[in-house]
């Protein structure tokens, strides 16, 4: 074996462990039973979308104890078998024609339901992509176009899911007022730093309060030009979405079932198992991969150099979405940036190994779910010609880890809460001078 894959080994195979802890810890099959209700008097339908939707259709199949019927929309390749609920895979993160699709039939399977029948809604990140059903005015390509120029500008996920809440004829809560009056249970898978279920997949069944007003804004910030049709829908009062407290929606409720801080803890606990003692900074971290990083790798010396605020051997974790303002032509996602602007910052130091992931097992839209990053990490790109500085300036994060066999890939992992970082120092790593 090679000497230096050999030295790597152990902890690369630590932070799988610990990746693979934090899966298991938000995996529908394994969460969800415990939040369904007791059957109603009526039907029982079930509607939802997302990255987890088909995951969580299945944990309902199994557990659910009475008649269902349903549909949900997943993303390509992120389907499962169901028996009594339908699953629709369409595009993500720009939504086709299948996204509309699911939707329209979404609306159609819960229009004329009675006060006595109950709506399970799955929701999960990436709904917001796979339910779209643009508003009256305003074209399919139309929110394409906006929604491409967004992911590219960096803007964070919460806002360009406002703009598509209030470009669209199901999202902020108007699925909601179709199922009106049967009652309606949300269960949420969070991808969203704060865990606002209203946020979480454009909140079809829950209204968040934003305005039509504030999505004009955020295009108007990020320099994105408003077509007169888009202008126009989002100037017509006739077409806003309903507010908080709206009284058709009053019997309503959304649980997080699954988010960020449920997976930290269980990283943490098996690093804990481990022997190494583990620092949660956030579950709800943002901003740009590449300044986020410089942030931990600020943490990294601190704690290697003085022993704080925990000290060696240690794991720091992390989690919510970074963003990435695209300016290169490489190939990457957040968690290949943000590990490839660690490793620069870092400069090969001593004793710290890496991991960043996104636990949908999707980096941005590559075929990774992220990569691993050790204290060699930049020598061995060296020597095979590959320019750290070069590929970062270029976003080139998955041709850079690509190039040294540190690819994670794990294939859709049917859930999703977002990246989860973890940074292992080992003891010895590098001191600053006299200490």
Known sequence: MNPDRSQRSRPHELLMQLFHSALAAVD??????????PPPKGRTIVIGAGK???????????????????LVATRYGHGAPTRRIEVIEAGHPVPDEASTT????????????????LVLCLMSGGGSALLSLP????????????TRRLLASGAPIGEINCVRRHLSAIKGGRLALACHPARVLTLVVSDVPGDDPAVVASGPTIPDGSRAADALALLANYGIAVSPAVRAVLEDATLAAPAPGDARLAGNRAVVIASAQHALDAAAAAAR?????????????EGEAREVAIVHAGIARQVAAYGQPVA?????????ETTVTVRGQGRGGRNAEFLLAL??????????????????????????????????SLARAALAGVDAGARLRDNDGYGFFAALGDLVVTGPTRTNVNDLRAILIEPGADRLPGR
């Open 28 to 37: 529908p099959l394994a969460v969800l039973a415990p939040h369904l209700p």
């Open 273 to 285: 198992a481990a022997g190494y003692a583990p620092l949660i900074l956030s579950g709800c971290m």
């Open 135 to 146: 508003a009256p005015g305003i074209t399919l390509d139309d929110k394409r176009e906006l």
């Open 343 to 376: 490793a620069v910052a870092l400069k090969g130091m001593d004793g710290v190994h890496a991991i960043a992931c996104d636990t949908d097992g999707i980096d941005g839209t590559e075929d990774n779910a992220g990569a691993l990053l050790d204290p060699a």
């Open 312 to 320: 060696a051997p240690c794991v720091i974790l992390s989690g919510g």
């Open 52 to 70: 987890a939707a088909a995951r969580m259709a299945q944990a309902v199949e199994r557990h659910w104890q009475g008649e269902l019927t349903g």
């Open 102 to 117: 699911a939707a329209q039939r979404m609306l159609a399977l819960v229009r004329g339901l009675r006060e006595d029948d």
